[in-house]
């Protein structure tokens, strides 16, 4: 026998009531979620302090350098300021946690300095590492039917033509870097130019090979001979760390990342009419003399009106 409805709503209801007390007592009542605010609802509280986010934290690689072409004084002072990128970034990024953002902009904030600097000292660190992992390989030798060799060759014209526009970038960099990237607009690998370790980036690219061309990586051992030092890391790539990377960057499949377009017209029906008409009629914003909208099939003017033009014409 069922319950009248009110009876079984009023019972539902007492239940609800004494498991909350009940969790109430033992201090198991779950808190309701406060409503999400969007972003451009949000409202900052001057005497609420900010949360504070777990920072991103990076732990220093250990690398062993074999190479005898650059000196154990050169590869530990090398080492400290590698591990200075790291201090310096761990650091800015606590700092970002309680960064007062309400008062960034782009003339004077330090939320912009935090950014800007967390940013070099990032890519610092990972321009390091890419550049201790693919040098210092005493038995260096690459094939004609490998995969750098092949790329290179046919992105560049030969693989000479690659060694030379390299050695150009590397030449021509300031207090920098001279990288091959892969270019996954273009699904080339090109040769590029970082000054600093920020200025001429380019988006969305992906590094295989980083040469350290700034003048601690090599004047305690060549003085200013920058091309003594770039001729003998050269002599020294890991050609089956590079090849991997490519391997890597071209699975990425980041080239489909440029060809996600918009979808203006999402109405399947009037799709498959374009299609089978060929194209779709320009002008479809028609109005009769009532002014309710009519179908571009339809007349293009009353008969009256038509008449009347052929009149004023004198037809």
């Known amino acids: 026998m069922s319950l009248p409805e009110n009876l079984e709503?009023?019972?539902a209801g007492i239940v609800r009531q004494k498991v909350k007390e009940s969790l109430a007592k033992t201090g198991h009542l779950p808190t309701a979620k406060a409503p999400r605010t969007p972003l451009v609802e949000a409202k900052s509280h001057s005497n609420k302090k900010p949360s504070l986010r777990e920072a991103l934290v990076i732990t220093p690689g250990s690398f062993t350098l074999k190479t005898e072409k650059l000196s154990k004084r050169s590869k530990d002072s090398h080492d400290t300021i590698y591990k200075k990128h790291v201090d310096t970034f761990?650091?800015?990024s606590s700092e970002l946690d309680a960064v007062?953002?309400?008062s960034a902009n782009s003339f004077s904030s330090l939320y912009r300095a935090f950014k800007c600097d967390e940013c070099t000292n990032l890519n610092a660190i990972k321009l390091h590492e890419l550049y201790w992992n693919n040098i210092s390989d005493l038995a260096s030798e690459i094939g004609v039917d490998s995969l750098p060799y092949m790329k290179f060759s046919r992105?560049?014209?030969t693989f000479e033509d690659w060694q030379h526009d390299f050695m150009a970038c590397a030449m021509a960099a300031e207090e920098g870097w001279a990288i091959t990237v892969y270019e996954p607009y273009k699904g080339t690998y090109m040769n590029v130019i970082v000054d600093g370790h920020d200025r001429g980036v380019p988006v969305g690219?992906?590094?295989v090979i980083a040469l350290d061309m700034w003048s601690h990586a090599f004047f305690k051992d060549y003085d200013i001979d920058k091309k003594s030092y770039l001729i003998s890391m050269m002599r020294e790539l890991n050609w089956d760390v590079i090849e991997a990377r490519m391997v890597l960057a071209e699975k990425s499949e980041l080239r489909a990342l440029y060809a996600i377009h918009p979808v203006y017209n999402d109405n399947p029906e009037k799709l498959l009419q374009a299609a089978e008409d060929g194209m779709e009629t320009p002008v479809?914003?028609?109005k009769d003399i009532s002014g309710a909208k009519v179908a571009p099939s339809n007349p293009a003017a009353p008969e009256a009106i038509l008449n009347q033009d052929q009149q004023e014409r004198g037809y």
Do not use: M
């Open 155 to 157: 992105d560049h014209g």
């Open 284 to 286: 479809d914003n028609i």
């Open 100 to 102: 007062n953002r309400q």
């Open 9 to 11: 709503k009023a019972l």
């Open 90 to 92: 761990n650091k800015i």
């Open 205 to 207: 690219c992906i590094p």
